[in-house]
Every structure is written in C-alpha cells, then in structure tokens.
C-alpha cells in the first residue's frame, strides 16, 4: 500500500512547535523531531503569500547533514497577513495586545508555507485560510493573553484555545492550517515523494 512507503523513511520534523508535532502524530506519522535555530528574515517588499514557503526552504536547507535519499525532512513556517502587514510573533504582552486589536472585528489569512527535502530535492508550498474574528474588548484580550501567554504563535494567537472557541466566527479553508500544519497537503506531498524512485 501507498501509505506504507512512507514508513520506509526516516521522517524528521524541522520544528519544536508542539502543535506540529501533535498533528503528525495524529497522521499516524513517525518522526523524529529536531529543530535549528534559523533567523526568520525574508526580503524586503516580498508579497506576504511567498514569505512563509521562503522561510520553510530557508529552514529546510539548514538540515545538510541529515540529507539523504531515505530521509524526509519536514519544515514550516506560518505567518498572519492582514493588510499590508505580516504578523509573525509577538515579543511580548504589548505587541499581543497590539496584534489582537488589529485582527478585532476583522478577516486575516493565515498562511502557512511547507518544505518536504529528500536528498538534494525539495518541494515547497503554501496553503492559506480566511479567518474571521469578532470584536474582542479588551477584556478578552488581556484575559487571553495573561492566561495563554501566546508568544510562540504568529498573529498571537491559536484557534484551538480560549480566544478561537469565543472569538472566532468563521473561517475558510483548512483549520488545521490555522493550527500550524495543512495536514491533507502534507500527507498527500508525503505519499508523493515517498514513491518517486531515488535519483
């Protein structure tokens, strides 16, 4: 079957993101999990939709030594995009409260770029969802932010946690993207590579 050839490879996750690693597990994936310290630095004026797939080949490329024909190595990078603005994440409490003011009564895209390496091949991609916030009063938002801490998280936010159950009023496209990893794209790129022949 399809599926098992995955398991012929070793899979690493490029990431420490306890969100990522928890839906691969969920894909019923196994993986090693190693991550490498990259700046998240992207060329000026790059349109917001090529940022996140740009910085996942970036963190990609950083795995040399681990690259091989038996070996898959996984790298992402998620942005928020609302406006003219990229919002990555939040280095303390005021720029959380200054994101999620920004993102209140509004709709932002969520994008998340994806980087699959075998070898000297990569394959890149990016995945985007619509999603729609209510107006937070600022209640809400300190609550959140004081109860939740999310300065691991672009935009400063998840939506699997208080702030999405009571704040979000809809979105379109994947919501396992707006977790952290577009799970149907990547299982389906994993399958892919998994049977192409080795060069």
């Known amino acids: 079957m399809t599926y098992t050839r995955i398991s012929d490879y070793q899979i690493v996750l490029g990431s420490q993101s306890p969100r990522r690693k928890e839906l691969l597990q969920m894909l019923g994936i196994t993986f090693t999990t190693i991550q490498r310290e990259i700046p998240e630095n992207y060329p000026q004026g790059m349109p917001a939709k090529e940022v996140a797939q740009y910085l996942s080949r970036i963190k990609a490329e950083a795995f040399d030594e681990l690259a091989n024909e038996k070996t898959i190595i996984i790298t992402a990078d998620t942005i928020v995009s609302i406006d003219t603005h990229i919002l990555g994440k939040p280095s303390d409490a005021t720029e959380a409260k200054k994101m999620l003011q920004m993102l209140s009564g509004r709709k932002h ?5 994806v980087t699959l390496r075998k070898g000297a091949h990569f394959q890149s ?11 937070l009063d600022e209640a809400e938002i300190d609550y959140y932010i004081h109860n939740y801490k999310p300065f691991d998280k672009a935009g400063s936010y998840g939506i699997q946690e208080w702030i999405g159950l009571i704040g979000i009023e ?30």
């Open 109 to 113: 895209e969520v994008i998340s770029g």
């Open 170 to 199: 809809k979105i379109n496209g994947s919501y396992f993207n707006v977790v952290g990893l577009p799970v149907k794209e990547l299982y389906e790129a994993l399958r892919e590579m998994s049977e192409e022949k080795n060069a």
């Open 125 to 135: 991609w990016t995945v985007s969802t619509e999603v729609y916030f209510k107006m």
